[in-house]
Every structure is written in C-alpha cells, then in structure tokens.
C-alpha cells in the first residue's frame, strides 16, 4: 500500500513563475467547483419551476420548507466542509494515509450529524407553526419536507466526497455528476409530482422524495469512484471504514464547527434582511428576493474560487512553504476580483432585463422592476465584499484558521451590517435600498478582517 503521493510539482523558476502556475492551478480547480456550484442551484430553480405547476400555495410551501431544510443542512456542511482542509494538507504532505482518514472521518460526521438534523425538517410544520406561518401553509410545506428530510445523510456524503477529490487535484468527476444529475432529478421531480409511467402522483411529497433519490444516487456514484477509479483507488479510501481516528475527528469539528456558525449567521442575516423588506412594502420584498437570487448565482463564481484556495492553501501548509501559502491566497484574491468585477459590470448594464425576466413588462410591475434595478445597482459595491469575504474565508480554511472567521462574521454581519440596515431603512428613510447599503457595508467590514487576519497569520508563518 502507497504511504506517500506526490503532488503536482511546484515551478523552480523565479516569482513571474511561481505566480503564472498559481494561477493556472488555481483556474484548474476553481472553474469546475464553479460549474459544480451552478448545477445544484441548477436543480433547486427547476425544483421550484415544476413545484409552480402544482399552484401558488405550492411554490410558498416550498420557500417555508427550504428555510427550515437550509438553516439545518448548512451546520452540516460547515462541519463536512473541514475535511477540504484536512485532506488538502496531506496531499501536500504526500500522507496518503491521512487523505484516507480524512475522509473516512468526514464521511462518519455526515452520517452522525444527519440524524438529529433530520428531526428539525420531520417537525417542521410545527417549526413554521411556531413562527407564526399560517396552519395550511405549514401543513404543505411539511409534505414537502417529510420527502426532503431523508435525503440529509447522502447529500452530506457527497460533500465529503467532493472535498477529498478537489483535495488531490481531481475535482472534475463530482461535476460530470452533477451534471448528469440534473437531467435525471429534473426528470424525477415531474414524473413524482405527477405520477408518470406508472409512478404514484405524489404531489410536493414526490418532489422531495426525488431529491432525496438523486442525492442517494450522487453519494453512490462518488463513492464508486473514489473505490474503484483512479487516482482515488490509489488511496483506499473506503480500506476498514469501521475504524475512527477520533483525534483527527475531533480536529475536523474543531475546524468545522466554526464554520457551520459563520454560515448560519450569513444565512440569519439574509433571513432577517426579508424581514426587514417585508416590513417595508411587499414590493420591496419582492424585489430584494429577486436581486438575491441573482447574487446567489453570481456568488458561485467566489465560492468556487474560494473552496480551490482552500485546497491551494493547504497543498502550501502542508508541504510548510509560508511563501506558498501567502501566494495561493493572493492569487485566489485576485482571481475573484478580476471574475466578479466583470460580471458586476454585466449585471449593471442588464439590471433592467434581469428584473423583467422574473417580472415581466407590464405596467403594473415597472415600480417593482425600478426597485430591483435600484438594489442590483446598489449591490455593485456588495458582490465585490462578498467574493472577497468567500475567498479569503477559503484561505484561512486552509490553513486550519476559522474560529477567527467566526468572530469577524458576528462582528461584520450583525454588530456592523445589520444595525446599518435598519438605521438607513427605517431612521434615514432609505427604505430597501438602506437594507442593501448596510448588507454591503457589513460585508465589507467582514472582508477587511479577514484579509488582515491572513496577512498576520501568513506573516507569522513566514517568521
């Protein structure tokens, strides 16, 4: 059995060098995480585009439940999002055993920590009740759900997965499954909801149950892959799955953890923002759900960038090159800027068309049409402290640094943006486009200290 592996080799030339091959590795990763990244959200917008068939009450029930599915599947993620790191750091150390054991650990967490999450989802008509949602609604939502909830453990698992396989520079068969997924969940969502070809007509229920299934089919067709092709085979990684290192477990939610609660307090702000809209008029909410879905999609291009600088980053960590690490961080930085200017730049000159798209051209809808335009203009300065925000926190992933990030995300996001946010709505009269003006100071805020922290650490690294 192979104890060591060797990475891809580094340049020998000058700094020119070192940076053009950062470059390019750092593309070779991100450009596919990226495209991974847009195949699930891919297959959450033709999720709700079958659900609208089904109904306005439908699409409704279907928000309520992703609110409570989400706020629970992101601990989990977070958690599972440590063995990237993990794993990044023995390919560079060419420990191949600590590979096999960081997944093996991260595949054991998914499995553990799915079971009581799925309780939130199985009682999440009582959830929604309790917040105040309206009984029938509820009820909906939590058929739903009661399809949804199951399908935690695997899409965990595929997580896992996927972070050892970008971790070894492999990151392209998780996207052909994805994509591959997408036809195939697109084509069991209807066939459930509608019971076709001899399938039950499930309604919403059909709808998570699909989703469930082609999160079981990702999980196995990752798990075929990393057993039997190679490099993967190369590692074993599924060699005596029984055995537990709890120390390195104890290590991956020690890093994990952090991030599962940097997440949940980026999600409780965006969940509060719609709050704050609602209480402004309807059409501000409306609005600011439409420029967030835009942003949502933009925000795959950093988070793709920012998951291949964590692995970058700990390639560098784990062979102790302080030079390597600075510079993957840099890179990734640069990366994202250039990428998300450039769209920003798009999204500016289409502001207008991006609003008609989800609203169409009548008269009744240009004020709302106006008012998305407005916050997609506003939210220029925002997409670009977000990208920075998303890679630098990749960064700092990889070098085991995230407690830190946990602090810096309360101290952005709520101590700075959120009290900004209702300030410039409801005392400065701004009304939405004060909510956005304060999400995107607070992320700036955020950004800043996440950059600083790297540059100290990096600094330190490099004695």
């Not at 593309?27 to 306005?56: C, H, K, N, W, Y």
């Not at 989400?70 to 440590?82: E, K, N």
């Not at 069991?188 to 709808?207: N, R, S, T, W």
């Amino acid at each position: 059995m192979l104890d060591t592996v060797e990475p891809h080799p580094q340049p020998q030339a000058g700094v020119q060098s070192h940076l053009a091959q950062e470059f390019v590795e750092t593309l070779r990763l991100a450009v596919p995480m990226m495209l991974t990244q847009l195949g699930q959200i891919a297959m959450i917008t033709s999720d709700l585009a079958l659900i609208g068939r089904l109904g306005e009450d439908s699409v409704a029930a279907a928000a309520l439940a992703h609110t409570v599915y989400f706020v629970s599947f992101t601990f989990g993620l977070g958690l599972v999002a440590a063995v990237s790191p993990l794993a990044a750091q023995a390919f560079g150390a060419g420990d191949v055993r600590r590979i096999r054991l960081s997944l093996r650990v991260g595949l054991w967490v998914a499995l553990l920590i799915s079971l009581p999450m799925m309780a939130s989802p199985l009682y999440g008509q009582h959830i929604l009740i309790a917040l105040g949602q309206a009984p029938h609604s509820a009820a909906l939502a939590q058929r739903y759900l009661n399809g949804l909830a199951w399908g935690i453990a695997p899409a965990l698992g595929f997580i896992a997965l996927r972070s050892m396989m970008s971790a070894v520079n492999r990151p392209q068969a998780p996207l052909w499954i994805t994509l591959a997924a997408i036809p195939a969940n697109f084509v069991l969502v209807y066939c459930l909801i509608h019971g076709l070809f001899g399938l039950p007509e499930l309604g919403l229920f059909g709808a998570g149950l699909a989703t469930t299934l082609v999160n079981l089919g990702t999980f196995i067709a990752a798990l075929a892959i990393a057993a039997w092709r190679k490099p993967f085979a190369d590692y074993h990684p599924l060699a005596q799955p029984w055995r537990i290192d709890w120390p390195l477990m104890r290590q991956l939610i020690a890093i994990g953890a952090p991030i599962s609660f940097s997440l949940l307090l980026e999600y409780g702000l965006f969940s509060s923002a719609a709050l704050l809209m609602g209480l402004i008029s309807t059409s501000a909410l409306a609005a600011h759900q439409i420029a967030l879905q835009v942003t949502a999609v933009l925000f795959m291009v950093p988070l793709g960038i920012g998951m291949a600088a964590t692995v970058r980053v700990g390639h560098a960590f784990g062979r102790n090159e302080p030079a390597g690490v600075r510079r993957a961080g840099l890179v990734a930085a640069v990366l994202g800027i250039t990428f998300v200017a450039a769209l920003t730049v798009g999204i500016i000159l289409g502001r207008y068309e991006l609003g008609r798209l989800f609203l169409g051209s009548s008269e009744a809808s240009a004020p709302t049409v106006e008012l998305t335009a407005t916050l997609l203009l506003v939210g220029a300065t925002f997409f670009i402290a977000d990208a920075l925000q998303t890679i630098m926190g990749g960064a700092l992933r990889g070098i085991n640094d995230t407690r830190m990030t946990l602090v810096f995300a309360a101290i952005g996001y709520w101590c700075v943006g959120f009290p900004i946010a209702w300030a410039l709505a409801f005392h400065a009269h701004h009304g939405a486009v004060g909510v956005w003006i304060g999400l995107s100071i607070g992320s700036f805020v955020y950004a800043g200290l996440l950059i600083l922290r790297f540059a100290m650490l990096t600094r330190k690294l490099a004695g």
